[in-house]
C-alpha cells in the first residue's frame, strides 16, 4: 500500500463523477467504473516521466476558460492542483495527424505508467492540443472512454466528425481506429482505460 497526495486523491473523486455523466455513452460509464474502481486502492511503482513538452504551456490557459463553467470549475482545479505531478508523453506516429502534430499535443498520465500515481493495470489521463490540431489515426486494445473539457470533435473509423459537447463523451471499442481535432480553440480531454 502506497500513501497516495491529497491532490491525487481529489482529482480522482472528481473526475469519477464527471465519467458517470449520462452525457457519456453507457459503455464509457461502464469501463470509468471499473477504472476507478481498481483506483480504490492505490498502488505506485515509483516511476515517473518528467518531461514537459511546448503543448503543456496550453494546460494553464484552458483551464482558466474551464473554470468559467461552474458546472467543470471542480474538474479545472483539481486539474491544476496536480498537474505539477502528471507524467507527459506524446505520440510520434501516425496516420493523417496534422503538419507539426508531435508539437503541438502532449499526454498527460496522472494514473498509469510514469503517471502521478505510476501503475500498470490502468490509465487515467488527459490530452491536451494546440487549436487547429489533428491527432493522428491510432488505435489500441484496451477499450476506452474520453470526457470533453473544451471545444473539439473525435472520429471512429471513416465515420464523421462527432463534438460530443462540454462535458460530453465518446467510447472506443477495443482496436478501433480514433482520432479527435482541435478547432479555434486549445483541445482538451480526459480519458482512462483498463491495461
Same mark, same amino acid.
Given at each position: 500500500?502506497?500513501? *497516495?497526495?491529497?491532490?491525487? @486523491?481529489?482529482?480522482? &473523486?472528481?473526475? *469519477?463523477? !464527471?465519467?458517470?455523466? /449520462?452525457?457519456?455513452?453507457?459503455?464509457?460509464?461502464?469501463?470509468?467504473?471499473?477504472?476507478? =474502481?481498481?483506483?480504490? /486502492?492505490? %498502488?505506485?511503482?515509483?516511476? &515517473?516521466?518528467?518531461?514537459?513538452?511546448?503543448?503543456?504551456?496550453?494546460?494553464?490557459?484552458?483551464? +482558466?476558460?474551464?473554470?468559467?463553467? +461552474?458546472?467543470?470549475?471542480?474538474?479545472?482545479?483539481?486539474?491544476?492542483? +496536480?498537474?505539477?505531478?502528471?507524467?507527459?508523453?506524446?505520440?510520434?506516429?501516425? =496516420?493523417?495527424?496534422?503538419? $507539426?502534430?508531435?508539437?503541438? !499535443?502532449?499526454?498527460?498520465?496522472?494514473?498509469?505508467?510514469?503517471?502521478?500515481? %505510476? &501503475?500498470?493495470?490502468?490509465?487515467?489521463?488527459? @490530452?491536451?492540443?494546440?487549436?487547429?490540431? &489533428?491527432?493522428?489515426?491510432?488505435? !489500441?486494445?484496451?477499450?476506452?472512454?474520453? +470526457?470533453?473539457?473544451?471545444? $473539439?470533435?473525435?472520429?471512429? $473509423?471513416?465515420?464523421?466528425?462527432?463534438?460530443?459537447?462540454?462535458?460530453?463523451?465518446?467510447?472506443? @471499442?477495443?482496436?478501433?481506429?480514433?482520432?479527435?481535432?482541435?478547432?479555434?480553440?486549445?483541445?482538451?480531454?480526459?480519458?482512462?482505460?483498463?491495461?
Amino acid at each position: 500500500m502506497t500513501t *497516495r497526495p491529497e491532490v491525487l @486523491t481529489e482529482f480522482i &473523486r472528481v473526475a *469519477r463523477q !464527471h465519467f458517470a455523466s /449520462d452525457r457519456l455513452p453507457a459503455e464509457g460509464r461502464k469501463i470509468a467504473k471499473e477504472v476507478f =474502481a481498481r483506483l480504490d /486502492d492505490s %498502488s505506485d511503482d515509483g516511476q &515517473r516521466a518528467g518531461t514537459r513538452y511546448p503543448a503543456c504551456e496550453w494546460l494553464d490557459a484552458s483551464l +482558466v476558460a474551464l473554470s468559467g463553467d +461552474v458546472r467543470f470549475r471542480d474538474i479545472a482545479m483539481a486539474l491544476k492542483a +496536480v498537474a505539477p505531478l502528471i507524467g507527459w508523453r506524446r505520440r510520434t506516429s501516425g =496516420a493523417n495527424g496534422s503538419p $507539426g502534430y508531435v508539437e503541438q !499535443h502532449a499526454n498527460g498520465i496522472i494514473c498509469g505508467p510514469g503517471g502521478a500515481e %505510476s &501503475r500498470s493495470d490502468v490509465q487515467l489521463g488527459l @490530452t491536451i492540443m494546440l487549436p487547429n490540431t &489533428r491527432y493522428p489515426d491510432h488505435s !489500441h486494445p484496451p477499450e476506452e472512454a474520453y +470526457v470533453l473539457l473544451s471545444p $473539439g470533435e473525435f472520429r471512429q $473509423g471513416d465515420g464523421e466528425w462527432v463534438d460530443p459537447g462540454l462535458g460530453g463523451g465518446i467510447y472506443n @471499442t477495443p482496436n478501433i481506429v480514433h482520432a479527435m481535432r482541435s478547432s479555434a480553440s486549445p483541445f482538451l480531454a480526459l480519458w482512462c482505460l483498463l491495461v
